[in-house]
Protein backbone atom coordinates (compact mmCIF):
# COMPACT_ATOMS: atom_id res chain seq x y z
CA UNK A 1 0.00 0.00 0.00
CA UNK A 2 1.63 3.69 -1.15
CA UNK A 3 1.63 6.23 1.50
CA UNK A 4 -1.79 8.32 1.28
CA UNK A 5 -2.74 11.73 1.77
CA UNK A 6 -4.50 12.79 4.93
CA UNK A 7 -7.41 13.45 3.17
CA UNK A 8 -7.38 10.03 1.82
CA UNK A 9 -6.49 8.61 5.19
CA UNK A 10 -9.63 10.19 7.00
CA UNK A 11 -11.75 8.22 4.01
CA UNK A 12 -10.22 4.80 4.55
CA UNK A 13 -10.20 5.22 8.16
CA UNK A 14 -14.16 5.94 7.73
CA UNK A 15 -14.94 3.05 5.24
CA UNK A 16 -12.23 0.43 5.51
CA UNK A 17 -10.43 0.54 8.74
CA UNK A 18 -9.16 -3.25 8.55
CA UNK A 19 -6.86 -1.83 5.36
CA UNK A 20 -5.48 1.01 7.92
CA UNK A 21 -4.81 -1.75 10.51
CA UNK A 22 -2.52 -3.42 7.58
CA UNK A 23 -0.89 -0.26 6.42
CA UNK A 24 0.11 0.30 9.81
CA UNK A 25 1.37 -3.29 10.89
CA UNK A 26 3.24 -2.73 7.97
CA UNK A 27 5.33 0.55 8.74
CA UNK A 28 5.65 -1.10 12.03
CA UNK A 29 7.24 -4.57 10.48
CA UNK A 30 9.55 -1.76 8.38
CA UNK A 31 10.63 0.77 11.47
CA UNK A 32 11.73 -3.15 13.25
CA UNK A 33 13.62 -3.77 9.98
CA UNK A 34 15.49 -0.74 9.97
CA UNK A 35 16.16 -0.55 13.58
CA UNK A 36 17.53 -3.69 13.19
CA UNK A 37 19.97 -2.61 10.16
CA UNK A 38 20.73 0.12 12.03
CA UNK A 39 21.84 -1.58 15.35
CA UNK A 40 23.73 -4.07 13.09
CA UNK A 41 25.85 -0.95 11.23
CA UNK A 42 26.12 0.63 14.24
CA UNK A 43 28.18 -2.20 15.93
CA UNK A 44 29.91 -2.52 12.61
CA UNK A 45 31.11 0.99 12.47
CA UNK A 46 32.29 0.87 16.45
CA UNK A 47 34.70 -1.92 15.66
CA UNK A 48 36.05 -0.76 12.27
CA UNK A 49 36.96 2.67 14.36
CA UNK A 50 38.47 0.49 17.13
CA UNK A 51 39.98 -1.38 14.80
CA UNK A 52 41.50 1.95 13.40
CA UNK A 53 42.41 3.53 16.71
CA UNK A 54 44.40 -0.11 17.48
CA UNK A 55 47.58 0.14 17.09
CA UNK A 56 51.55 -2.17 18.46
CA UNK A 57 50.94 0.15 22.06
CA UNK A 58 47.10 -0.61 22.78
CA UNK A 59 46.71 -4.02 21.23
CA UNK A 60 48.49 -7.10 19.94
CA UNK A 61 48.83 -6.01 16.56
CA UNK A 62 52.80 -6.07 15.68
CA UNK A 63 54.48 -2.45 15.11
CA UNK A 64 55.17 -3.33 11.24
CA UNK A 65 51.46 -2.85 11.11
CA UNK A 66 51.37 0.69 12.33
CA UNK A 67 50.24 3.75 10.45
CA UNK A 68 53.05 5.91 9.21
CA UNK A 69 51.19 9.21 10.04
CA UNK A 70 50.17 8.09 13.52
CA UNK A 71 52.35 8.99 16.47
CA UNK A 72 52.81 5.86 18.44
CA UNK A 73 53.20 6.27 22.26
CA UNK A 74 55.59 4.15 23.69
CA UNK A 75 55.38 1.85 26.70
CA UNK A 76 58.42 1.91 27.84
CA UNK A 77 58.82 4.78 30.89
CA UNK A 78 61.58 7.31 31.05
CA UNK A 79 64.73 6.59 32.07
CA UNK A 80 65.80 10.25 33.31
CA UNK A 81 69.24 9.45 31.80
CA UNK A 82 70.58 11.91 29.31
CA UNK A 83 71.68 10.67 25.67
CA UNK A 84 74.86 9.85 25.29
CA UNK A 85 77.42 7.41 27.26
CA UNK A 86 76.53 7.40 31.22
CA UNK A 87 79.22 7.49 33.73
CA UNK A 88 81.01 4.55 34.29
CA UNK A 89 80.33 3.48 30.62
CA UNK A 90 83.34 1.98 28.92
CA UNK A 91 83.75 4.19 25.86
CA UNK A 92 85.32 2.26 22.42
CA UNK A 93 87.86 5.34 21.37
CA UNK A 94 90.23 4.63 18.54
CA UNK A 95 93.18 3.44 19.72
CA UNK A 96 96.89 4.56 18.03
CA UNK A 97 97.95 1.19 16.77
CA UNK A 98 101.96 0.31 17.60
CA UNK A 99 102.23 -2.15 14.45
CA UNK A 100 100.23 -0.15 11.29
CA UNK A 101 99.69 -3.02 8.82
CA UNK A 102 101.24 -0.51 6.06
CA UNK A 103 103.05 3.59 6.37
CA UNK A 104 102.76 5.69 3.86
CA UNK A 105 105.35 8.26 4.12
CA UNK A 106 104.88 11.60 3.49
CA UNK A 107 108.11 13.34 1.85
CA UNK A 108 108.86 17.04 1.98
CA UNK A 109 111.24 18.19 -0.88
CA UNK A 110 111.80 21.88 -0.03
CA UNK A 111 111.82 24.31 3.03
CA UNK A 112 108.39 26.25 2.61
CA UNK A 113 109.95 28.85 4.20
CA UNK A 114 112.82 30.08 2.39
CA UNK A 115 112.25 27.85 -0.65
CA UNK A 116 115.70 25.80 -0.29
CA UNK A 117 115.76 22.08 -1.52
CA UNK A 118 116.70 19.13 1.19
CA UNK A 119 119.27 16.72 0.70
CA UNK A 120 120.45 13.87 2.14
CA UNK A 121 122.64 15.84 5.18
CA UNK A 122 118.92 16.74 6.25
CA UNK A 123 117.45 14.06 8.34
CA UNK A 124 113.96 13.96 8.63
CA UNK A 125 111.88 13.34 11.98
CA UNK A 126 108.07 12.52 11.25
CA UNK A 127 104.66 13.02 12.96
CA UNK A 128 101.92 10.67 12.59
CA UNK A 129 98.37 10.09 11.94
CA UNK A 130 96.33 7.13 11.28
CA UNK A 131 93.66 5.97 9.13
CA UNK A 132 91.92 2.79 9.53
CA UNK A 133 90.34 1.55 6.08
CA UNK A 134 88.19 -0.75 5.30
CA UNK A 135 89.69 -3.61 2.86
CA UNK A 136 87.98 -6.50 1.71
CA UNK A 137 89.35 -8.92 -1.01
CA UNK A 138 89.18 -12.63 -1.88
CA UNK A 139 92.52 -14.63 -1.21
CA UNK A 140 93.44 -17.91 -3.41
CA UNK A 141 94.95 -20.14 -1.11
CA UNK A 142 96.77 -22.92 -3.15
CA UNK A 143 97.04 -26.55 -0.78
CA UNK A 144 100.29 -28.38 -2.27
CA UNK A 145 100.53 -32.15 -0.90
CA UNK A 146 104.06 -33.28 -1.01
CA UNK A 147 104.65 -36.37 -2.67
CA UNK A 148 107.84 -38.90 -1.31
CA UNK A 149 108.92 -41.63 -2.94
CA UNK A 150 110.41 -44.15 -0.50
CA UNK A 151 113.06 -46.83 -0.85
CA UNK A 152 110.74 -49.18 -1.28
CA UNK A 153 109.24 -47.55 -4.22
CA UNK A 154 106.20 -46.75 -2.99
CA UNK A 155 105.01 -43.07 -3.33
CA UNK A 156 103.32 -41.54 0.10
CA UNK A 157 100.97 -38.45 -0.38
CA UNK A 158 100.42 -35.53 2.15
CA UNK A 159 96.99 -35.25 3.19
CA UNK A 160 94.87 -32.45 2.17
CA UNK A 161 92.69 -30.51 4.34
CA UNK A 162 89.33 -32.05 4.76
CA UNK A 163 87.44 -28.78 3.63
CA UNK A 164 89.65 -29.25 0.30
CA UNK A 165 87.92 -31.56 -1.71
CA UNK A 166 87.75 -30.49 -4.92
CA UNK A 167 90.51 -28.79 -7.66
CA UNK A 168 89.25 -25.61 -6.94
CA UNK A 169 86.45 -24.58 -4.31
CA UNK A 170 84.91 -22.26 -1.84
CA UNK A 171 86.96 -21.96 1.62
CA UNK A 172 85.04 -22.00 4.80
CA UNK A 173 85.63 -18.07 5.63
CA UNK A 174 83.80 -17.53 2.01
CA UNK A 175 80.69 -19.98 3.00
CA UNK A 176 80.34 -18.86 6.57
CA UNK A 177 80.55 -14.69 5.16
CA UNK A 178 77.60 -16.08 2.48
CA UNK A 179 75.35 -18.02 5.01
CA UNK A 180 76.10 -14.90 7.61
CA UNK A 181 75.23 -12.09 5.09
CA UNK A 182 72.12 -13.93 3.99
CA UNK A 183 71.07 -15.17 6.85
CA UNK A 184 71.99 -13.16 9.85
CA UNK A 185 72.18 -9.43 7.84
CA UNK A 186 68.86 -10.34 6.04
CA UNK A 187 69.93 -10.00 2.44
CA UNK A 188 68.44 -11.67 -0.54
CA UNK A 189 70.63 -13.62 -2.56
CA UNK A 190 70.75 -11.36 -5.65
CA UNK A 191 71.99 -8.53 -3.84
CA UNK A 192 74.53 -10.86 -1.94
CA UNK A 193 76.04 -11.98 -5.25
CA UNK A 194 75.75 -7.81 -6.01
CA UNK A 195 77.52 -7.02 -2.65
CA UNK A 196 80.37 -9.31 -3.69
CA UNK A 197 80.97 -8.61 -6.50
CA UNK A 198 81.32 -4.63 -5.54
CA UNK A 199 83.36 -5.48 -3.01
CA UNK A 200 85.97 -7.78 -3.98
CA UNK A 201 85.22 -7.73 -8.21
CA UNK A 202 84.72 -11.58 -7.58
CA UNK A 203 81.11 -12.85 -9.49
CA UNK A 204 79.24 -15.77 -7.60
CA UNK A 205 76.25 -17.36 -8.47
CA UNK A 206 73.10 -17.23 -6.22
CA UNK A 207 73.09 -21.19 -6.30
CA UNK A 208 76.49 -20.71 -4.30
CA UNK A 209 74.95 -18.46 -1.89
CA UNK A 210 72.24 -20.94 -1.69
CA UNK A 211 74.43 -23.81 -1.12
CA UNK A 212 76.08 -22.41 2.19
CA UNK A 213 73.18 -21.95 3.72
CA UNK A 214 72.27 -25.90 3.29
CA UNK A 215 75.56 -26.68 4.28
CA UNK A 216 75.55 -24.57 7.57
CA UNK A 217 71.62 -26.06 8.06
CA UNK A 218 73.33 -29.87 7.72
CA UNK A 219 75.83 -28.79 9.93
CA UNK A 220 73.40 -27.65 12.95
CA UNK A 221 71.65 -30.55 12.89
CA UNK A 222 73.42 -31.66 16.42
CA UNK A 223 72.89 -27.85 17.62
CA UNK A 224 68.91 -28.51 17.62
CA UNK A 225 69.49 -31.95 18.92
CA UNK A 226 70.58 -30.50 21.95
CA UNK A 227 68.92 -27.25 22.33
CA UNK A 228 65.51 -29.50 22.34
CA UNK A 229 66.87 -31.31 25.10
CA UNK A 230 68.02 -28.66 27.31
CA UNK A 231 64.23 -26.54 26.71
CA UNK A 232 62.60 -30.04 27.99
CA UNK A 233 65.22 -29.59 31.39
CA UNK A 234 64.35 -25.67 31.61
CA UNK A 235 62.27 -24.58 34.34
CA UNK A 236 60.54 -21.68 32.57
CA UNK A 237 60.64 -21.05 28.82
CA UNK A 238 58.87 -18.94 26.37
CA UNK A 239 56.01 -20.08 23.76
CA UNK A 240 54.88 -17.93 20.67
CA UNK A 241 54.06 -18.34 17.57
CA UNK A 242 53.64 -15.59 14.23
CA UNK A 243 52.75 -15.97 10.78
CA UNK A 244 54.52 -16.04 7.38
CA UNK A 245 54.14 -16.39 3.99
CA UNK A 246 54.93 -19.72 1.98
CA UNK A 247 54.23 -20.25 -1.22
CA UNK A 248 51.49 -18.03 -1.13
CA UNK A 249 50.02 -19.30 2.13
CA UNK A 250 49.80 -18.50 5.90
CA UNK A 251 52.41 -20.82 7.07
CA UNK A 252 53.86 -20.21 11.20
CA UNK A 253 57.07 -19.90 13.12
CA UNK A 254 56.67 -21.30 16.42
CA UNK A 255 58.82 -20.81 19.31
CA UNK A 256 60.37 -21.88 22.14
CA UNK A 257 63.17 -20.07 24.13
CA UNK A 258 64.94 -19.36 27.38
CA UNK A 259 67.27 -16.00 28.08
CA UNK A 260 69.86 -18.39 26.94
CA UNK A 261 68.14 -20.83 24.16
CA UNK A 262 66.19 -20.15 21.21
CA UNK A 263 64.31 -22.66 19.00
CA UNK A 264 62.06 -21.60 15.98
CA UNK A 265 60.31 -24.40 14.55
CA UNK A 266 58.40 -24.09 11.13
CA UNK A 267 55.04 -25.35 10.28
CA UNK A 268 52.16 -24.94 7.89
CA UNK A 269 49.95 -24.69 10.88
CA UNK A 270 49.47 -23.28 14.57
CA UNK A 271 47.33 -26.01 15.83
CA UNK A 272 48.04 -28.38 18.25
CA UNK A 273 48.91 -31.03 15.47
CA UNK A 274 52.20 -28.38 14.92
CA UNK A 275 53.13 -28.02 18.76
CA UNK A 276 52.70 -31.47 19.30
CA UNK A 277 55.55 -31.85 15.89
CA UNK A 278 57.83 -29.51 17.84
CA UNK A 279 57.97 -31.84 20.48
CA UNK A 280 58.81 -29.74 23.26
CA UNK A 281 55.22 -29.17 25.45
CA UNK A 282 53.72 -32.87 25.18
CA UNK A 283 56.87 -33.86 27.46
CA UNK A 284 57.38 -30.07 29.29
CA UNK A 285 57.04 -30.32 32.96
CA UNK A 286 58.07 -26.82 33.99
CA UNK A 287 56.48 -23.64 33.51
CA UNK A 288 55.45 -22.39 30.16
CA UNK A 289 54.76 -18.31 29.44
CA UNK A 290 52.88 -17.61 26.64
CA UNK A 291 49.76 -15.49 25.36
CA UNK A 292 46.24 -16.48 26.23
CA UNK A 293 46.01 -19.03 22.93
CA UNK A 294 43.76 -21.93 24.71
CA UNK A 295 45.55 -24.50 22.50
CA UNK A 296 48.66 -23.74 24.89
CA UNK A 297 46.72 -24.64 27.72
CA UNK A 298 45.43 -28.48 26.26
CA UNK A 299 49.05 -29.03 28.07
CA UNK A 300 49.64 -30.66 31.58
CA UNK A 301 52.51 -28.34 32.33
CA UNK A 302 52.29 -25.06 34.58
CA UNK A 303 51.31 -21.69 32.51
CA UNK A 304 52.03 -18.60 33.18
CA UNK A 305 50.35 -15.45 31.02
CA UNK A 306 52.05 -12.55 29.27
CA UNK A 307 51.27 -9.55 31.16
CA UNK A 308 52.75 -7.02 28.07
CA UNK A 309 49.62 -8.63 26.49
CA UNK A 310 47.39 -7.58 29.63
CA UNK A 311 48.52 -4.04 29.58
CA UNK A 312 48.18 -3.58 25.92
CA UNK A 313 44.55 -4.43 26.25
CA UNK A 314 43.92 -2.28 29.24
CA UNK A 315 45.64 0.57 27.56
CA UNK A 316 42.93 0.91 24.61
CA UNK A 317 39.94 0.42 27.05
CA UNK A 318 41.21 3.30 29.14
CA UNK A 319 42.35 5.56 26.50
CA UNK A 320 39.88 4.75 23.57
CA UNK A 321 36.82 3.79 26.03
CA UNK A 322 37.49 5.09 29.35
CA UNK A 323 37.16 2.55 31.44
CA UNK A 324 38.78 3.98 34.66
CA UNK A 325 39.42 0.28 36.27
CA UNK A 326 41.60 -0.46 33.21
CA UNK A 327 43.53 2.59 34.24
CA UNK A 328 43.68 1.17 37.90
CA UNK A 329 44.88 -2.16 36.78
CA UNK A 330 47.79 -0.97 34.64
CA UNK A 331 48.86 0.96 37.62
CA UNK A 332 48.52 -2.37 39.84
CA UNK A 333 50.15 -5.01 37.40
CA UNK A 334 53.11 -1.78 36.85
CA UNK A 335 53.51 -1.48 40.99
CA UNK A 336 53.53 -5.48 41.08
CA UNK A 337 56.14 -5.52 38.78
CA UNK A 338 58.57 -3.12 40.40
CA UNK A 339 58.22 -4.56 43.27
CA UNK A 340 59.32 -7.44 41.71
CA UNK A 341 62.27 -5.94 40.27
CA UNK A 342 63.48 -4.18 43.61
CA UNK A 343 62.98 -7.27 45.34
CA UNK A 344 65.08 -9.21 42.88
CA UNK A 345 67.97 -6.20 43.18
CA UNK A 346 67.89 -6.86 46.75
CA UNK A 347 68.66 -10.26 46.30
CA UNK A 348 65.58 -11.35 48.01
CA UNK A 349 63.78 -15.00 46.60
CA UNK A 350 60.17 -13.68 47.33
CA UNK A 351 58.23 -10.47 48.11
CA UNK A 352 56.33 -10.54 51.84
CA UNK A 353 53.61 -12.78 52.17
CA UNK A 354 51.56 -9.43 53.77
CA UNK A 355 52.98 -7.31 50.39
CA UNK A 356 51.34 -10.47 48.00
CA UNK A 357 48.15 -10.85 49.60
CA UNK A 358 47.84 -6.61 49.63
CA UNK A 359 48.39 -7.17 46.15
CA UNK A 360 46.34 -9.57 45.26
CA UNK A 361 43.58 -8.47 46.92
CA UNK A 362 43.95 -4.70 45.34
CA UNK A 363 43.36 -7.18 41.96
CA UNK A 364 40.64 -9.04 43.09
CA UNK A 365 38.26 -5.76 43.74
CA UNK A 366 39.69 -3.67 40.98
CA UNK A 367 37.64 -7.28 39.14
CA UNK A 368 34.46 -7.49 40.93
CA UNK A 369 33.85 -3.75 40.76
CA UNK A 370 34.54 -4.01 37.39
CA UNK A 371 32.62 -6.79 36.03
CA UNK A 372 29.54 -5.33 37.91
CA UNK A 373 29.72 -2.38 35.17
CA UNK A 374 30.15 -4.74 32.73
CA UNK A 375 27.49 -7.51 32.83
CA UNK A 376 27.35 -10.65 30.30
CA UNK A 377 25.74 -10.03 27.00
CA UNK A 378 22.14 -11.79 27.36
CA UNK A 379 20.89 -10.57 23.33
CA UNK A 380 21.93 -12.05 20.17
CA UNK A 381 23.71 -9.66 18.05
CA UNK A 382 23.95 -12.62 15.05
CA UNK A 383 21.14 -15.17 13.64
CA UNK A 384 23.83 -18.11 14.89
CA UNK A 385 26.69 -18.68 17.16
CA UNK A 386 27.22 -17.84 20.58
CA UNK A 387 26.40 -14.67 22.30
CA UNK A 388 29.22 -12.35 21.51
CA UNK A 389 30.51 -10.35 24.65
CA UNK A 390 32.42 -7.23 24.66
CA UNK A 391 35.69 -6.79 24.46
CA UNK A 392 36.01 -5.52 28.29
CA UNK A 393 34.11 -8.35 29.64
CA UNK A 394 36.21 -11.18 27.49
CA UNK A 395 39.23 -8.94 29.32
CA UNK A 396 37.72 -9.16 32.73
CA UNK A 397 36.63 -12.75 32.70
CA UNK A 398 40.20 -13.51 31.41
CA UNK A 399 41.98 -11.61 34.40
CA UNK A 400 39.32 -13.46 36.91
CA UNK A 401 39.84 -17.02 35.92
CA UNK A 402 43.34 -17.21 34.80
CA UNK A 403 44.59 -15.34 38.17
CA UNK A 404 46.80 -17.76 39.22
CA UNK A 405 48.38 -17.85 35.61
CA UNK A 406 48.39 -13.82 35.78
CA UNK A 407 50.09 -13.55 38.78
CA UNK A 408 52.74 -16.05 38.96
CA UNK A 409 55.28 -14.24 38.55
CA UNK A 410 54.54 -12.34 41.57
CA UNK A 411 54.82 -15.24 43.28
CA UNK A 412 57.69 -17.13 41.72
CA UNK A 413 60.90 -14.73 40.72
CA UNK A 414 61.51 -17.70 38.10
CA UNK A 415 58.78 -16.42 36.01
CA UNK A 416 59.36 -12.93 34.10
CA UNK A 417 56.20 -10.02 33.85
CA UNK A 418 56.13 -10.68 29.96
CA UNK A 419 56.69 -13.10 27.28
CA UNK A 420 58.65 -10.38 25.79
CA UNK A 421 61.71 -12.75 24.88
CA UNK A 422 59.88 -14.85 22.81
CA UNK A 423 58.59 -12.21 20.64
CA UNK A 424 61.69 -10.50 19.84
CA UNK A 425 63.13 -13.92 18.63
CA UNK A 426 60.60 -13.06 15.56
CA UNK A 427 61.71 -9.86 14.92
CA UNK A 428 64.16 -10.69 12.18
CA UNK A 429 61.65 -13.25 10.51
CA UNK A 430 58.87 -10.31 9.61
CA UNK A 431 62.15 -7.78 8.90
CA UNK A 432 63.05 -11.20 6.11
CA UNK A 433 59.52 -11.01 5.07
CA UNK A 434 58.94 -7.14 4.32
CA UNK A 435 62.67 -7.83 3.01
CA UNK A 436 62.25 -10.85 0.76
CA UNK A 437 57.81 -11.22 0.54
CA UNK A 438 57.81 -14.84 1.60
CA UNK A 439 59.86 -18.17 1.79
CA UNK A 440 59.73 -20.39 -1.57
CA UNK A 441 58.86 -23.31 -0.34
CA UNK A 442 58.67 -25.16 3.33
CA UNK A 443 62.32 -26.19 2.77
CA UNK A 444 63.72 -22.92 3.06
CA UNK A 445 61.29 -21.72 6.17
CA UNK A 446 63.03 -24.77 8.20
CA UNK A 447 66.54 -23.77 7.06
CA UNK A 448 65.88 -20.39 8.46
CA UNK A 449 64.30 -21.20 11.57
CA UNK A 450 67.48 -23.75 12.71
CA UNK A 451 70.12 -21.30 11.14
CA UNK A 452 68.20 -18.24 13.10
CA UNK A 453 67.93 -20.54 16.18
CA UNK A 454 71.58 -21.02 16.29
CA UNK A 455 72.22 -17.15 15.74
CA UNK A 456 69.76 -16.21 18.52
CA UNK A 457 71.37 -18.95 20.83
CA UNK A 458 75.52 -17.38 20.42
CA UNK A 459 74.20 -13.69 20.38
CA UNK A 460 72.42 -14.77 23.69
CA UNK A 461 75.93 -16.69 24.57
CA UNK A 462 77.98 -13.85 23.52
CA UNK A 463 79.73 -15.36 21.27
CA UNK A 464 80.75 -13.88 18.03
CA UNK A 465 78.43 -14.47 15.27
CA UNK A 466 80.56 -15.12 12.08
CA UNK A 467 83.04 -17.11 14.00
CA UNK A 468 80.28 -19.21 14.88
CA UNK A 469 78.67 -19.89 11.79
CA UNK A 470 82.68 -20.72 10.47
CA UNK A 471 83.12 -23.82 13.21
CA UNK A 472 79.69 -25.05 12.45
CA UNK A 473 81.08 -24.92 8.69
CA UNK A 474 83.91 -27.05 10.28
CA UNK A 475 82.19 -29.49 12.10
CA UNK A 476 82.25 -27.87 15.73
CA UNK A 477 79.12 -25.49 16.09
CA UNK A 478 78.17 -24.12 19.40
CA UNK A 479 76.91 -26.57 21.12
CA UNK A 480 74.52 -25.09 24.30
CA UNK A 481 75.03 -27.05 28.14
CA UNK A 482 72.89 -27.42 30.83
CA UNK A 483 73.55 -24.48 33.27
CA UNK A 484 70.98 -25.92 36.00
Not at 338 to 354: F, H, W
Amino acid sequence: MKRPTRGKLRQLIKKEPEKVIDFIFELFDKIDALTSQVDKLTVKVKTLENKHKKDSHNSNNPPSSDLINKPIKSLREQSGKKPGGQIGHEGHTLEFSKKPDRIDVLPVEKCEHCGKQFNKKNVPTYKTRQVIELVIRTETVEYRAEEMTCNCGKITTAAFPLFAKKKVQYGLSMISFLAYINQRQIIPLDRVTEFIKDTTGHTISQGTVNNSVVKCYNELKPFEVQAKILLLKSAVVGFDATGIRCLKKNYWIHVACTSSLTLLYFHAKKSKKAMDEFGILPEFKGIAVHDFDKTYFQYLCDHSLCCAHFLRELIFLFEEEEKLWAGEMIELLIEMNEKVKSAKEKGLEKLPTRTINRLTVEYQNIIKLALKKAPLQKERVGERGRIKQTKERNLLDRLSQKQEETLRFLNDFKVPFDNNGSERSFRMAKAKQKISGCFRNPEYGKMYCRIRSYIDTVQKNGLPILESLKNALMGRPFIPVDSS
